[in-house]
């Protein structure tokens, strides 16, 4: 147990600044026993580690590159469970030039440029949705607006049904609650369970597209392949994280964006008066309520790093959420504020595994907000707001909002 640090209270999820101050405060870096690692609080800590090439996400990093090779063409490795080889092969999980080749791979198709082109197709989308919504009048904007577009956007990115789109969105977070600190084993079933069926769609997709090219991620990723710079783990592996992270993220990070806005609506009404603003609060809001407060490293070899020696293997959580309101790097940083400049949020990570998918999570909530500020004189709450719970995503489960047409 941490002093005034407590993931498992109902507080926290709703309200989990003040941890992260008593983190912030302490001299020390914390060993959490749940989490197995030391606990990373202040900005300039986390950006030291994250920055640092001996520092990795996997545990593979301790393997030499022939040694991962030579375990992946082993025979039983398609024996394992479809979750362990999911971890093993995802650029998520790898790091050096194996996680350096595969996010080449992808990262062409993710630049502001070439996302560009989705921009009049997420509006037309957008405001589908909307028309719905202010039919409607009251909404829960998770539900109704929020988790639906994500999963379209990444969906038609890489090529999925259009139909398939909410069902992938519960397989998305039965797999991705595998990396929980409290993972329980009905949690480690679901996840399993979850990365077999994207794993059999994504083999399907992958069948149709090298029958019936199409102009999608996909077959792109098809011609990688058929050059000999991805192999087939690999293939469904990284669009299966695409399709995950794709996502997930980016719905929270919507929710935490309209609960700061109705927390402050001084901000909603300098926004809906000046659209130009819209991209500085897109990222005020990432870094006031970051979607994704923690992740891990681990040591790649004995090292000294924040004037300490640490072993081989020595886990660390990187709380980046206690890093975007750390007063060290930010003035007044509980205050949300769309007109802050510099900003320099960890809200996408840093180093070389920052989010691939920055650009496109930017792309749908600042087309989203302009849209939802543009067509509404007022946005007020009608009930009260369910947060997820734990330390691995922070978000509205539910937001319950009346629209007024303008």
Not at 58 to 70: I, K, L, P, V
Not at 83 to 91: A, D, I, L, N
Not at 201 to 227: G, H, I, N, S, Y
Not at 318 to 332: E, G, T, V
Request: one cysteine or more.
């Amino acid at each position: 147990m941490i002093a005034g640090f407590d993931p498992a209270s109902p507080d926290f999820a709703g309200n989990p600044w003040a941890g992260y101050q008593a983190l912030r405060a302490r001299d020390d870096l914390p060993f959490w026993d749940d989490f197995g690692g030391y606990l990373v609080a202040r900005h300039d800590d986390i950006r030291q580690i994250a920055l640092d090439r001996r520092m990795v996400r996997g545990t593979q990093a301790f393997a030499s590159a022939d040694q991962r090779r030579a375990m992946q063409r082993a025979a039983n490795f398609h024996d394992m469970p479809f979750h362990e080889r999911f971890v093993q092969t995802s650029m998520l999980e790898i790091d050096g030039p194996d996680h350096d080749r595969l996010r080449k791979a992808v990262f062409p198709f993710f630049t502001k440029t070439r996302l560009e082109g989705l921009r009049g197709w997420v509006s037309d989308h957008v405001t589908a949705q909307l028309d719905r919504a202010l039919g409607a009048g009251r909404i829960d904007f998770i539900a109704d607006l929020a988790a639906d577009l994500p999963a379209q956007v990444i969906g038609r990115l890489i090529g999925t049904p259009p139909d398939m789109a909410r069902i992938m969105v519960g397989w998305s977070e039965d797999v991705v609650s595998y990396f929980d600190v409290d993972r329980t084993p009905a949690k480690k079933a679901r996840a399993e369970e979850a990365t077999r069926l994207f794993h059999d769609l994504l083999q399907d997709l992958c069948r149709a597209r090298r029958a019936k090219p199409q102009d999608d991620l996909t077959t792109a990723l098809l011609q990688v392949r058929a050059e000999g710079r991805l192999t087939e783990d690999e293939l469904i592996a990284t669009l299966m994280q695409l399709l995950h992270a794709g996502h997930g993220s980016t719905v929270d990070a919507m929710g935490n964006a309209m609960n700061a806005l109705l927390d402050h609506s001084d901000q909603m009404a300098l926004l809906r008066d000046d659209p130009t603003l819209m991209h500085g609060a897109v990222q005020e809001s990432f870094r006031y309520a970051a979607p994704l407060p923690f992740f891990h490293r681990y040591a790649a070899k004995d090292l000294t790093i924040l004037g300490r020696d640490w072993p081989q293997g020595t886990k660390f959580g990187l709380l980046y959420a206690s890093a975007n309101r750390d007063p060290a790097a930010f003035a007044n940083p509980d205050r949300f504020d769309i007109t802050r400049r510099p900003n320099v949020h960890l809200a996408f990570g840093q180093g070389a595994h920052v989010c691939l998918g920055n650009n496109l999570a930017r792309l749908n909530m600042e087309i989203l907000f302009g849209q939802l500020l543009t067509r509404t004189r007022q946005i007020g709450r009608c009930g009260p707001v369910r947060w997820k719970p734990g330390l691995q995503a922070h978000g509205p489960v539910a937001l319950p909002v009346t629209l007024i047409p303008a």
